[in-house]
Nanobody, 122 residues
Framework: QVQLEESGGGLVQAGDSLRLSCVAS????????VGWFRQAPGKQREFVAT????????YVADSVKGRFTIFRDNAKNTVYLQMNSLKPEDTAVYYC???????????????WGRGTQVTVSS
């Protein structure tokens, strides 16, 4: 198993920035990529961004492209989600997850963190 723990969420105003962190531990050799997903109340879980450890390939959802950036620090087993120009519609629980392939499909991610709450007020 890969253990994942998110941090960095909080309450901010529209236009503010947050940086989320996802620290991977345990059987990290099984992790090829880490993705960020979010789930707002009453909505389905939504893909946000993913990154591979090895080459740093990224894929970012159109809904956040230009505002959110995903990057990683391999030495720290940490993936970050830099969120700028936050909007109220970004309010959600943000989860990071690990997959054995580079993918954007939630079911392909086998290990998930517990999530961190991001609330953006207007």
């Amino acid at each position: 198993q890969v253990q994942l723990e998110e941090s960095g969420g909080g309450l901010v105003q529209a236009g503010d920035s947050l940086r989320l962190s996802c620290v991977a531990s345990g059987r990290t050799f099984r992790s090829y990529a880490v993705g960020w997903f979010r789930q707002a109340p009453g909505k389905q879980r939504e893909f946000v961004a993913t990154i591979s450890w090895s080459g740093g390939s990224t894929y970012v959802a159109d809904s956040v492209k230009g505002r959110f950036t995903i990057f990683r620090d391999n030495a720290k087993n940490t993936v970050y989600l830099q969120m700028n120009s936050l909007k109220p519609e970004d309010t959600a629980v943000y989860y990071c997850a690990s997959a054995e392939i580079f993918t954007v499909v939630a079911h392909n991610f086998g290990s998930w963190g517990r999530g961190t709450q991001v609330t953006v007020s207007s």
